[in-house]
């Protein structure tokens, strides 16, 4: 049985609220080996973290977190306690402890994400290789793949790996973030076999960790992180 990488699933969502700085240090603290994100572009231009398309089930807020500028949401709190943060904020706070795999949620995130990017590459002695910039949104990580081919792309699914290879062959994805139900161990070896990292969500429940690490999974992306 393999040692998949540890990955905090919007932080350690499992014990603090998801997406927040409180969040992220934990997973940090339980020893992750990356971190999984969602971003969002408000209304201003900043990039957001934050998973949901609009504001109710986590904030006291209402509406799009698009059609809300950065102050607007700064004013918000999540699960009436944390500020929602911005890319740069998470970042800072990551510092290079471990990967960050940050997933392009909302419309427009690519080239914000490239900018970030490419300004911590150039100013604060971040590797492309401590990036992945995953989404379902296929033609979002193709504008990544056009704006800078040093970023490692992973194609998330849910519901079909065939046409998620399709846009990985195209844009020379490192990765498949496929729903760990989609998988069994032959998938998972075919996967590997064209060259593709497999790093599957969300995975809590302590048997079904167990059967992916006997998949031989290269990494496993859990609310409870420690679990792993």
């Not at 231009?45 to 109710?56: P, R």
């Not at 849910?158 to 490192?174: C, L, P, S």
């Not at 729903?179 to 998938?187: G, I, R, S």
């Amino acid at each position: 049985m393999n040692n998949p990488l540890k990955i905090g699933h919007r932080g350690a969502k499992g014990y603090v609220a998801e997406n927040t700085l409180a969040s992220i240090q934990k997973a940090l603290d339980l020893g992750v080996d990356a971190i999984e994100i969602d971003v969002h572009l408000c209304q201003t231009g900043q990039l957001v973290v934050f998973h949901d398309f609009t504001l109710e089930r986590l904030t006291e807020g209402k509406g799009d977190i698009a059609m809300k500028s950065l102050e607007e949401l700064k004013s918000l709190k999540v699960n009436g306690q944390f500020r929602i943060p911005t890319l740069l904020e998470v970042l800072d706070l990551v510092h290079k402890k471990c990967v960050l795999n940050i997933e392009l949620k909302g419309p427009q995130t690519a080239f914000e994400a490239c900018k970030s990017i490419q300004l911590y590459t150039e100013t604060k002695a971040w590797k492309f290789e401590d990036f992945i910039v995953s989404s379902f949104k296929h033609d979002e990580l193709k504008t990544v793949y056009n704006i800078n081919k040093n970023i490692p792309l992973a194609v998330l699914t849910e519901f079909d790996i065939d046409t998620a290879i399709d846009v990985a062959e195209t844009i020379k994805a490192k990765a498949i973030h496929p729903f760990y139900k989609l998988l069994d161990q032959h998938k998972v070896k075919e996967l590997q076999k064209v060259g593709y990292k497999v790093n599957t969500w969300t995975v809590n429940d302590i048997e079904a960790i167990a059967l992916m690490k006997s998949y031989g999974v290269d990494g496993i992306i859990s609310d409870f992180p420690d679990r792993i």
